[in-house]
Each structure stands twice: as structure tokens, then as C-alpha cells.
């Protein structure tokens, strides 16, 4: 920590970053205003502002600038060979510094640099409201992150070793029965940042022994938590819930760095979804019919007991809850195996877990992937459920597992939904909000609907409407506030949209925006260009294959019949989606092969079974629906009147 100056003053001509490459004197962006270094000078400790920035955190938008969270909570994704903290608003006195480690019960190592008073108290309490800093950390060239901390009251937390090196959040152990314990002979495995192309996390993927001794622990609780009342229940997922709330800006800025969704989009809509699979689940259980009567005879419904859950990257969060929440409601156990793609969200959630107090054994994660760890779990004689989400591809594999002890299979696998556009509707007014679903989360989603049938008549006005729409789409840092589109979740992801671009163009398809290049304003990452093709027909490769990316494909027909037909001509059934008057598409809908039909908007309401037909999968999540399914049903005769 020698870098660190013990006291000081800085003005405005300060500069305390002199041994830093001359890159650094990029600019950054701050919020919505960007901010450059004072005329002639390089370093970012010139750069005089007249009053502080208006949020809680800034950052280079540098291409390999590390993620940011808020409220003053400073973490590095990458080493860094310095530490040095200073300020750039004139006058600004810098009193002592101290550093201690800190290991965390869930793996992660940290330590907090604490600003203290003059006479040493280093505790948060310790630092003046007035006091505003920043924290640099650089490791060779096109590397700087900048942070400051607005209340100067709330100390910075960064991942730092004992030799003053910063590293990247690490997950590296497995909550099982209650507790943060090591894997039993995993593998270290990096998570890479797909704005950056650097390691943004570390975790260690699991083994079928951690899976046997979460499993073990699984079976043990479920003796007493199938016992548990509604009202238990209820109480217990009302703690879930206030826990969860308190850690939606963690979940988002999680996000950011692993997948690559934008701040804005993980706390507006990736962390409330999650959220709201919860508070759906309680609702549902609030009124859920535990018995009925069948005549003389009596249904009753059941836990099914240990469910193993294996969840995908890009909804993580609302996934993950889709599952866990009416697990818990039903007086089930279970083990969680989230994507090694995007592993921190889960490890946030199971944190929130212990402090709601679920008691021990009822939740259980074990961090993987899928041929192992998955595979274990679907395998598992003690497992009685696995619920999957993911691709159709590892669907069947999971099914194939699972198919020798079997375990009741529930599934929500791809999807390649249709956009039926009726004759003669108003363009300007019902494709905004259907094309936003291809657009967000950089177009993954399972329900997106890519593929927009047109009357012939309206073709050449559809092209112009989409067109503009998809090019008013930007693209940038994820780690940055604003409506922009992130990068997509990694190499293979991307390659594989650039893959399905490039074969529509071989096929012929006219490309009337985007293409296989990186956007112009980015250098780096895995980045996709927002993307419309037109004259795309049934048979072509991105007609028939889900895309997963910002990529719109525009289809003509001649008849209503022929664009039912091209909308049903698909191995998938998971949504469909209908633009136009609401009382022509009351007739169009019940001919749609597709689990979910939205009209004039691309997400199904909240609450309502989400699933789908034919290679989308089986069974449904959400509200009273998903709940039943996290159950067994048992009949019951021959009771006295």
C-alpha cells in the first residue's frame, strides 16, 4: 500500500497520477455528462469540476475499464499493480489512511480502505460528509477505473490482496446445509467479461461430489420443511423478499460485468423480475387450494421433495426465482446449479437466502456447468424433480439423465416466436413495442419475436418503420447508466450470431441495417450491430434457427392463412406474439402453435403460465400454475363422510 499518500492537499493542478501512462488521459463518462481534463494537461486528477458529479459512481469508458457498483462500493474486475487514492475538487484535505483483509463467509476476499479522521479512527463513521475521493487502480496500458464516493461517509470496499494487488470477485465455494464450504476437488474457472474481454469473475466449478453431499443435505431438510404451514411459508418468503430488495443494485452491477446487461436494464427489469417471481409466488400461495373434493373423494397436493433447478445466463435472476419461489411454497428442497456463464447473481441470491434465515438445507447452490455438475444433479437417484431452463439442445440431454431414476422432467427451452403482423394494421404504432423485444437484453430472450410476418402491401413501409427503430438502437459500456444495448454474453454467442448474419446474407436476404462488423463506437467486447434483414424466407437458416442478438428478420405473405402457416412452420412453440386490432387477433390466437400469445406487445402478463409447445418444452412457471407443478398430486378414497 505504499502508493497511498497518508495526507496532502490537492488543487486543481494536482497531479498524483504522474507515474501513469499518458493513455489514461482518455475521458470518462460520468452519468450523462462527459467530463475531459483541464487544457493541457493528462492526468484525470487536472480535471476540475465545479461542483460533484450527481450520482454515486464514475468510470473510464476505456475499453477495459472494470465494472463499478454503487453506494461507494468500489470492485475491481481485474489486477492492478497500484493503489492510489486522491480527489479533484480544489482544497479538498486527505487525512490518513489504514487497510485491513477480511475474508467473507462466502469465499470472497476483500479488503476495505477506509478513510479516517486526522487522528486516525478508521471506521466509516470516521470519514466527513464533505470528504470525496477517488480510488484508481491501472495494470498496463487501457486500464483505469475511476470511483467516488459521494457521502465520503461509507468508505470504498475493493478486492485487494495482501500485497496491495486488486483482483477480480470470486465466488469460489458452494452453499450447502446452511454454509460457505469449498468444492470437494473442483475446477477454478474464470468468468470473462464480455465488454472487456478480461476476467470479470472467478468461481470453482463444482463436482458430482458436491452435488451427492447438497443433495444429502436436500433430503435431511425436506423431513422437516415439508411439515412447514402456508403461513410459515408465507413468512419465510416475505424475509426472502425484504432481503432481496436490500441487494437489486449488487444483482445489477453483477450483471453488468458477467453478461454484459446494462446497469439501467439490470435495475429496471433483470433484478425486478426476479423480484417479481417472488412476490407472484405469494400471492398464489396466499389463496392455493392445498386439498379439494372430488365427490366423495378427496385431491390433495403435495411436496415432491428434493428439485434439482438448472438455470440459464441471460434472465438469470428471474429464472432462478421462477423456480426457487414455488419450490419454497410448495414445502419442497432443493439444489441450484446457476449458469457458469453468470454465476455472481445466484451467489448474491443465496446470501440473501442465509439472511432470511431458510433454514438449513432448504436452499442449496452448487456453482458448474452443465456436463458435470447438471448432469449430476439430472442423474441423482434423491433428486425427484429437475426443473431446466436453457437451450433445447441441453434440454434433451437433461431429460436423457434423468430418464433412468424417472424424476418428473420440467422444462422452458428455446423458442423462435413469430411477429404476426395483421393486414392493414397501423406500422408506426404497433411495431415499436414488439420490435423492443428483439432489441432487449441485446436480443436474449427466449420469447423474442424475430420473426415479423408482413402483408406484401405493407412490406416496403415495414422495412422503413423497423429500419428506423433498430438504427436508433445504440450500443455501449454496460457498466455505464443510459437505454443503450449491452454486449451479448460471450465469444461463442457471439460468433454464432455473427454466424446466422452472414449465412442470411449468402442466402440472400437483403441486409437493410447492421452486418457482422463491431459497432463504430466500441473496439473491443461482444458487441453485435443492432440488425434487420428483409426478403428472409421460411427455409432460410435465420428464419429457422434461434438467433439470440439483436437481429429483426422480415418475412412477407400473401394471406392471413399462408402468414398462420409461416408463423406455426417452426420445431418451437413458446410464444407468439400478434400486431394489429385486438379483435381480429381474438381469432388468429387460438390457431397459433405456441404456448403464451401476446398481442400487441411481446411479454406475457405477470402471473400467467409461462411455457410452451413442441420443442419449447413442458411444464409452466409462474403464479398459481407454477406452483402446481412444484407438487404431487395424490388422490384420496374411502374416507368416512
Not at 470473462?192 to 444429502?216: F, H, Q, R, S
Not at 463491431?518 to 434487420?532: C, I, S
Request: charged share 20%; with cysteine; aromatic share 6%.
Amino acid at each position: 500500500m505504499s502508493d497511498i499518500p497518508t495526507s496532502g492537499k490537492l488543487n486543481a493542478n494536482s497531479d498524483i497520477y504522474g507515474q501513469l501512462p499518458e493513455i489514461y488521459a482518455s475521458r470518462f463518462a460520468l452519468s450523462k455528462n462527459s467530463y475531459k481534463p483541464a487544457a493541457g494537461r493528462s492526468g484525470l486528477a487536472t480535471s476540475p469540476f465545479p461542483t460533484p458529479p450527481p450520482i454515486g459512481y464514475a468510470r473510464t469508458r476505456l475499453p477495459a475499464a472494470a465494472a463499478v457498483a454503487r453506494s461507494g462500493l468500489a470492485r475491481m474486475t481485474r489486477p492492478a499493480r497500484k493503489i492510489t487514492l486522491g480527489g479533484l475538487w480544489p482544497g479538498v484535505e486527505w487525512r490518513k489512511f489504514a487497510a485491513f483483509r477480511q475474508r467473507s463467509q462466502n469465499g470472497k476476499t476483500r479488503v476495505f480502505v477506509k478513510v479516517g479522521s486526522a487522528g486516525g479512527a478508521l471506521g466509516d463513521e470516521g470519514c466527513g460528509p464533505v470528504l470525496r475521493f477517488f480510488m484508481v487502480g491501472a495494470r498496463g496500458p487501457g486500464c483505469l477505473t475511476c470511483y467516488w464516493n459521494r457521502e465520503g461517509n461509507q468508505g470504498i470496499a475493493a478486492a485487494i490482496t495482501q500485497n496491495g494487488e486488486m483482483t477480480m470477485d470470486s465466488y469460489e465455494q458452494n452453499y450447502i446445509n446452511g454454509e460457505w464450504v469449498d468444492s470437494i476437488g473442483g475446477t477454478p474457472h474464470q468468468v470473462i467479461n464480455p465488454a472487456t474481454e478480461e476476467p470479470g469473475t472467478k468461481i470453482v466449478l463444482g463436482t458430482k461430489a458436491d452435488v451427492d453431499a447438497a443433495v444429502a443435505a436436500a433430503k435431511a431438510a425436506f423431513k422437516t420443511f415439508s411439515q412447514t404451514s402456508r403461513d410459515e411459508r408465507l413468512a419465510l418468503l416475505g424475509r426472502i423478499i425484504e432481503e432481496y430488495k436490500k441487494r437489486m443494485p449488487d444483482i445489477a452491477a453483477s450483471l453488468a460485468v458477467e453478461m454484459g446487461a446494462p446497469v439501467s436494464l439490470g435495475n429496471a427489469a433483470q433484478a425486478p423480475a426476479g423480484l417479481g417471481g417472488f412476490l407472484g409466488t405469494v400471492e398464489a400461495l396466499k389463496n392455493f387450494e392445498f386439498s379439494e373434493n372430488v365427490g366423495d373423494n378427496k385431491i390433495v397436493y403435495e411436496p415432491i421433495g428434493v428439485v434439482g433447478m438448472i438455470t440459464p445466463w441471460n434472465w438469470p435472476l428471474n429464472q432462478i426465482a421462477l423456480k426457487v419461489a414455488p419450490a419454497l411454497a410448495g414445502g419442497n428442497t432443493m439444489v441450484l446449479k446457476p449458469s457458469e456463464e453468470c454465476p455472481g447473481s445466484a451467489a448474491i441470491l443465496a446470501e440473501v437466502m442465509d439472511a432470511a434465515g431458510v433454514p438449513a438445507g432448504v436452499f442449496n447452490l452448487v456453482q458448474g456447468d452443465g456436463p458435470t455438475v447438471g448432469a449430476a444433479i439430472a442423474a441423482h437417484p434423491d433428486v425427484d424433480m429437475v426443473s431446466f431452463t436453457g437451450s433445447t439442445r441441453a434440454g434433451i440431454l437433461v431429460a436423457k439423465a434423468a430418464a433412468d431414476t424417472v424424476k418428473r422432467v420440467h422444462q422452458e427451452l428455446g423458442g423462435k416466436s413469430p411477429n404476426l403482423v395483421l393486414p392493414g394494421a397501423k406500422l408506426e404504432e404497433v411495431l415499436p413495442p414488439t420490435i423492443a423485444g428483439v432489441m432487449v437484453n441485446s436480443g436474449q430472450s427466449c420469447i423474442a419475436p424475430t420473426r415479423v410476418l408482413v402483408h406484401k402491401d405493407q412490406n416496403s413501409e415495414a422495412i422503413a418503420v423497423v429500419k428506423t427503430i433498430v438504427e436508433s438502437q445504440q450500443v455501449g459500456d454496460p457498466t455505464v447508466e443510459g437505454g443503450h444495448l449491452g454486449p451479448v454474453v460471450n465469444k461463442a454467442q457471439y460468433g454464432k450470431i455473427q454466424d446466422l448474419i452472414q449465412s442470411a446474407i449468402d442466402e440472400g436476404a437483403t441486409l437493410e441495417t447492421g452486418g457482422t462488423d463491431l459497432p463504430t463506437n466500441v473496439n473491443r467486447g461482444y458487441y453485435v450491430k443492432p440488425t434487420l434483414f428483409s426478403g428472409v424466407t421460411p427455409d432460410m437458416r435465420i428464419a429457422r434457427e434461434e438467433i439470440f442478438g439483436p437481429v429483426v428478420t422480415l418475412m412477407s405473405y400473401d394471406t392471413l392463412d399462408q402468414a398462420i402457416e409461416i408463423a406455426n412452420d417452426t420445431d418451437y412453440g413458446l410464444s407468439a406474439v400478434i400486431s394489429g386490432d385486438p379483435a381480429e387477433a381474438a381469432a388468429v390466437a387460438p390457431q397459433l402453435k405456441a404456448g403464451m400469445v401476446v398481442v400487441n406487445n411481446w411479454g406475457p402478463a405477470p402471473g400467467l403460465p409461462f411455457g410452451g409447445y413442441k420443442q419449447s418444452g413442458n411444464g409452466r412457471e409462474g403464479g398459481v400454475y407454477g406452483l402446481r407443478d412444484f407438487m404431487e398430486v395424490k388422490s384420496i378414497s374411502g374416507l368416512p363422510g
